[in-house]
């Protein structure tokens, strides 16, 4: 199947009692069983659920793996994850990464003796130096937030499987859509499918992937045992958005593009992130790996004023001024003080996260729209 049809078909049949053509929702906590172990193989909702099952298979589907492993919410996610690792193991991760990831690394996993090396990843080779024989995982998330750099995943996995260490790829701001790191060499495929896989910013929800049956089982142990895991209205929900997940990220992609270049021909703005230029540090990187060049375009103010960014952050009428991203509403936000606050400024100042810098999850909007709204803020600026 071709993914058009995948977001639709795969993993999905009518339902088998009464021809529904919507996965049901089975709000259910527990199921009858006919006998002591003689069941329909269902037991207990926190281990298994019909409608988590058909959005695992979809899921899985979706980024060409064989398992899909869903959690509550993309932080559950990640949190299954580590939790294959033990005390004295080590993860070399992306140094301009999600803040709340940066924030569990930094501030509950260490905490239990694992260590995280944080590094810029837009050279490959700059992950060599922290490899040691405890290095047991190598995280990435490209395109990079906020800062929209992109990391050669397939280059991380050259290096990664000769020392014999797990990739993991936070797909979350690219989607299934855009970029498939499995195909790429990764192991691990990890979604904060509250943004574009969700896509309406109606559910928290987070998933893995991966094609290892052993990796698989050890995922589904953890999602079992230590119990994070999505309600089935939650997992509908999911399915239902998934539907018209090409057609969404399509728009919201070819919106962006409008947008990343009325920027650059705005005279207030100083520094324009956005993969799909062709003086893109990575651009050539996010060509080969990406079918198009995502819907996030972040920007920096000449003289990189709080109050000016706070100003333009606080006028916009259509995109709204909110946390999160990927829904088909666009959205603006602040970095500095809203998703990356977890983050010490000098560490953030490393990454170019400047307290000018504006953030943009473009949605599926008329553009022309789009594009009227940013000029009427930053003309009022
Ligand atoms: C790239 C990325 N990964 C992971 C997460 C965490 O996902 P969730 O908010 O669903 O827990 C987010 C949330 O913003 C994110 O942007």
Excluded at 7 to 23: K, L, R, Y
Excluded at 62 to 72: D, K, T, V, Y
Excluded at 130 to 138: S, Y
């Amino acid at each position: 199947m071709k993914f058009a049809t995948k977001v639709i078909h795969a993993g999905i049949e009518p339902d088998a009692s009464s021809g529904a053509i919507m996965t049901p929702i089975f709000q259910t906590s527990t199921y009858v069983q006919e006998a002591p172990g003689k069941h329909k193989g269902f037991e207990y909702a926190r281990t298994q659920n019909p409608t988590r099952n058909v959005l695992q298979a979809n899921l899985a589907a979706l980024e060409n793996g064989n398992f899909g492993i869903c959690f509550s919410s993309g932080l559950a996610a990640t949190d299954g994850i580590i939790k294959l690792f033990s005390q004295g193991d080590e993860v070399i991760s992306t140094n301009d990464l999600y803040g709340g990831t940066y924030r569990a690394f930094t501030k509950v996993y260490a905490r239990f003796g694992m260590r995280f090396h944080f590094t810029d990843m837009t050279n490959a080779d700059n992950i060599v130096p922290f490899i040691n024989a405890n290095t047991k995982l190598i995280w990435i998330e490209t395109p990079t937030n906020p800062m929209l750099n992109i990391v050669d995943i397939e280059a991380i996995c050259r290096i990664a499987k000769q020392h014999n260490i797990l990739v993991c790829v936070d797909n979350t701001f690219a989607s299934p859509f855009l970029q498939n790191p499995l195909d790429l060499g990764a192991d691990i495929v990890v979604h904060s499918a509250t943004k574009y896989i969700g896509g309406h910013s109606d559910v928290v929800h987070g998933c893995v992937i991966v094609n290892d049956k052993p990796l698989a089982d050890q995922l589904y142990f953890l999602q079992n045992s230590t119990g994070a895991v999505p309600g089935p209205q939650d997992c509908f929900l999911i399915l239902r958005g998934i539907k018209t997940l090409h057609l969404r990220m399509q728009r919201s992609c070819e919106n962006a593009e409008r947008i990343a270049h009325f920027l650059r021909t705005h005279p207030k703005i100083d520094k324009i992130y956005w993969p799909g230029f062709e003086d893109h540090p990575n651009h050539a990187i996010a060509k080969k790996q990406m079918r198009m060049f995502g819907a996030m375009v972040s920007f920096t103010m000449k003289g990189d004023d709080y109050d000016e960014a706070v100003k333009i952050l606080s006028s916009t009428k259509l995109f709204s001024l909110a946390e999160s991203l990927g829904g088909v509403e666009s959205l603006i936000g602040h970095p500095a003080s809203m998703t990356h606050a977890s983050i010490p400024k000098e560490e953030r100042l490393k990454t170019g996260l400047l307290d000018s810098l504006i953030r943009l999850s473009v949605g599926v909007e008329d553009a022309d729209d789009l594009i009227d709204d940013l000029k009427a803020a930053l003309d009022r600026s």
